[in-house]
C-alpha cells in the first residue's frame, strides 16, 4: 500500500518496529518523497511522536491508512492472556488512537480527510478457533461506523473506509500459526488474494469523489471458501 500511494503521488510516511523493512519502501516505488519511522504501535507514547515527527516534516496527516493488525492462534477456552491482550492492544487500541490523532490534526487544518481501516472477513463472520482475532475485526467494524457517526454529527467532511479482505499472502499466517511451513500450506491451497489487490481497493476508495465515501469493501479470494 504504501508503494501504491508513493507511485500515485503521495507523500508517505511507514511506520513499524522494524525500520529496515521500510527502507527499501522508496526505492521500490522508484523515488518519491517516503519517510519511514520506527514505532511499536502498542506504546502510545511513541504513536504520539510519530504524529509529532509528522507535523514537523510536512504538517500534518491527510490520510491515514490504519494496516497493522495480527492474529493469534489462540481459541477461548485455551488461548494464553499475553496472545489475546497484543491481538487487542494492537488490532483495537492502536488503531483508535491514532485515528483519534490523525482526525484531530485533520480537523485543526480544515483538511477534508479520509481515514481507512484494513478490517477482515472476520469483521463479518467468525471462523472456528478464532473468536479473539475476529471480536478484535468486530470492533474495527463497529469503530468505522461509530466514527462515521461522530463524524456527521460535527458536520465534518472526513472520510471513512474499511477494506475487509479473505486470505491475504502476507506475514500474517505465519504469526497467527507460529509456523513458516504452515502459513505456507495454507496460502498454496488456492490463489489467495495480494497485498498489491488491497492497495487497489485502498486507491479506489480514496480516488472517489468528496461526495462518495466507500464504507466497506469486502473481498477474498474467488477460491475461498467461507
Same mark, same amino acid.
Request: hydrophobic content about 45%.
Given at each position: 500500500?504504501?508503494? !501504491? ?25 522508484? #523515488? ?16 504520539? !511522536?510519530?504524529?509529532? *515527527? ?64 484494513? @478490517? @477482515? ?14 471480536? @478484535? ?8 461506523? #461509530?466514527?462515521? !457517526? ?43 488474494? *495480494? ?12 480516488? *472517489? ?18
Amino acid at each position: 500500500m504504501a508503494v !501504491a500511494l508513493l507511485r500515485a503521488g503521495m507523500k508517505v510516511v511507514g511506520c513499524a518496529r522494524r525500520l529496515e523493512a521500510l527502507e527499501t519502501l522508496a526505492e521500490e516505488a522508484g #523515488g518519491g518523497e517516503c519517510l519511514a519511522l520506527r514505532c511499536d504501535l502498542r506504546n502510545e507514547s511513541e504513536i504520539l !511522536a510519530m504524529f509529532e *515527527q509528522i507535523r514537523e516534516r510536512w504538517g500534518g496527516v491527510d490520510v491515514l491508512v490504519n494496516n497493522a493488525g495480527l492474529g493469534h492462534e489462540a481459541p477461548l477456552l485455551s488461548g494464553a492472556t499475553d496472545k489475546w491482550r497484543e491481538t487487542l492492544e494492537l488490532n483495537v487500541l492502536a488503531l483508535a488512537v491514532c485515528t483519534r490523532e490523525a482526525v484531530n490534526d485533520m480537523r485543526e487544518r480544515d483538511v477534508r480527510g479520509h481515514v481507512l481501516h484494513i @478490517s @477482515s472477513m472476520s469483521a463479518h463472520r467468525v471462523p472456528a478457533g478464532a473468536a479473539m482475532y475476529s471480536a @478484535s475485526k468486530y470492533a474495527v467494524r463497529a469503530m468505522t461506523e #461509530g466514527l462515521r !457517526a461522530e463524524l456527521r454529527a460535527i458536520d465534518s467532511e472526513i472520510r471513512v473506509t474499511a477494506v475487509s479482505p479473505g486470505f491475504v499472502e502476507t506475514e500474517f499466517a505465519a504469526t497467527m500459526l507460529d509456523s513458516e511451513e504452515r502459513a505456507r500450506e495454507v496460502y498454496s491451497r488456492y490463489p489467495v488474494l *495480494q497485498a498489491d489487490d488491497i492497495a487497489r481497493a485502498v486507491v479506489y476508495a480514496l480516488e *472517489q469523489p468528496a461526495h462518495v465515501q466507500v464504507h466497506d469493501i469486502l473481498m477474498r479470494p474467488t477460491r475461498q471458501p467461507n
